[in-house]
């Protein structure tokens, strides 16, 4: 790929993305094997005034060697100077740039009853500084091409020819282009304003519920909290600051009354979870609850997810993505949430959004809870969208098609 349009990319995540600020310190999560890319974003960055640019660096292989040679009780330790670190960030409100490369089937064969048990102990001492920073930060992730997931994507291909192949399709779904009249911060200025209209149409409606059908066996409903907003695209921080969270994004997204959902829905796309896949699964909710489920493949680790914590088998998303999408056009199977999540209509398992409640900004956490919204140490989207798809909105007992035929109905 060219270094050139590389940079384009990297420019637009810092200042459409992350919108990073003069005088913003940044955090940025990478991969050791990114190093170069992270450099070009970190550069970007202090080009918009970033006052400093800390790495966070990641590696799947130390990650796995990790859960396989340390105890549950080193695991499971949250050291001192690690909560300092994150008392920093609840002081500091960085920007937090995230850059996804992993291979999908990275953490293949790992003890997930292990990492499960270090997850929960660890969750409850980094949640209040989680808390800390609602609302408060500008966040972004983003995605560069890596040789494992490339190969996944495209094992026919050479090395080389799939890393390339994968830099394309993903620049693509972002609107980047070698092209020299391609300015994608004016590309996605209209694509916002695309979301903030059908935003505004879906919120004028205040839907009590909407319901899921399609013929491979997806008959769900759920209810929607009646001060709860559809968002999509960008948001805004308490401080005014505009954002993009996730790059690419084609959803149009709320947040579902907690415990009021019945019926079974079907996925159509496999989900990558902690480095391992779950294909062909189902998912039955009685009371608001998952209560019966079942997979082809990755069941033990579906099981997993589940029972992470209480609000696990709850729901905390509906999203909305018409199946002319581009990336669903685009035929390519990502094995990567970031991408594969905007290419269908999708639910997520787990926490809520507290900015799907009106006036969130002026809320604590606790208010946004009790108006319905899920609390959970996981978010997992996973897919539902088919071509036949028809979803529903009611109001007062009056049905209105939102999707016919995979589509937006209007």
């Given amino acids: 790929m060219k270094k050139s349009t590389m940079r384009k990319y990297a420019k637009l995540i810092v200042r459409v993305g992350a919108n990073v600020q003069k005088g913003q310190p940044v955090l940025l999560y990478v991969s ?12 970007e960055c202090y080009r918009a005034g970033a006052s400093r640019v800390q790495m966070e660096w990641s590696c799947q292989t130390i990650t796995k060697l990790a859960y396989r040679h340390q105890s549950l009780k080193t695991l499971s330790t949250v050291l001192p100077w690690q909560e300092e670190k994150f008392k920093q960030m609840a002081e500091d409100c960085p920007c937090r740039i995230h850059i996804a490369s992993e291979d999908p089937d990275g953490l293949k064969g790992i003890n997930m009853e292990k990492m499960q048990k270090a997850q929960m102990a660890t969750y409850p001492i980094i949640k209040p500084y989680r808390d800390a920073i609602e609302s408060k930060h500008q966040w972004t992730i983003a995605a560069v091409p890596s040789a494992a997931w490339a190969k996944k994507v495209f094992p026919d291909m050479k090395k080389s020819q799939a890393i390339e192949a ?3 399709a993903i620049l693509n779904a972002v609107r980047v282009s070698d092209d020299p009249d391609n300015d994608p911060m004016i590309e996605w200025a209209r694509h916002n304003e695309n979301f903030k209209k059908r935003c505004n149409w879906l919120n004028a409606q205040k839907f009590d519920y909407l319901t899921y059908k399609s013929a491979n066996g997806t008959d769900f409903r759920a209810d929607l909290i009646p001060e709860g907003i559809w968002c999509g695209g960008g948001e805004y921080t308490k401080q005014g600051n505009y954002f993009n969270p996730n790059m690419p994004t084609e959803e149009i997204f709320t947040s579902p009354m907690k415990g009021k959902a019945e019926g079974k829905v079907v996925s159509t796309k496999p989900l990558s979870y902690q480095g391992q896949l779950i294909e062909n699964f189902w998912i039955r909710f009685e009371g608001g609850e998952a209560v019966e489920w079942d997979a082809e493949k990755g069941k033990e680790l579906l099981d997993r997810m589940l029972s992470m914590d209480e609000g696990a088998r709850r729901l905390g998303e509906l999203a909305l993505i018409p199946c002319s999408s581009p990336i669903n056009q685009s035929g390519i199977l990502f094995y990567e949430t970031l991408f594969d999540e905007n290419a269908s209509c999708h639910l997520a398992l787990g926490r809520g959004f507290n900015d799907c409640i009106e006036d969130h900004l002026n809320k604590t956490n606790e208010e946004c809870h009790a108006l319905g919204i899920n609390e ?12 036949d798809m028809e979803i529903t909105g009611y109001k007062n007992g009056v049905a209105t098609p939102i999707f016919v035929g995979g589509e937006w109905a209007n």
Avoid at 32 to 43: K, P
Avoid at 379 to 387: E, K, L, S, T
Wanted: charged share 20%.
């Fill in 166 to 168: 994968l830099w394309e």
């Fill in 32 to 43: 050791v094997d990114q190093s170069e890319f992270a450099a070009m974003v970190a550069e």
């Fill in 376 to 387: 959970s140490m996981i978010h997992v989207d996973f897919m539902i969208g088919a071509p």
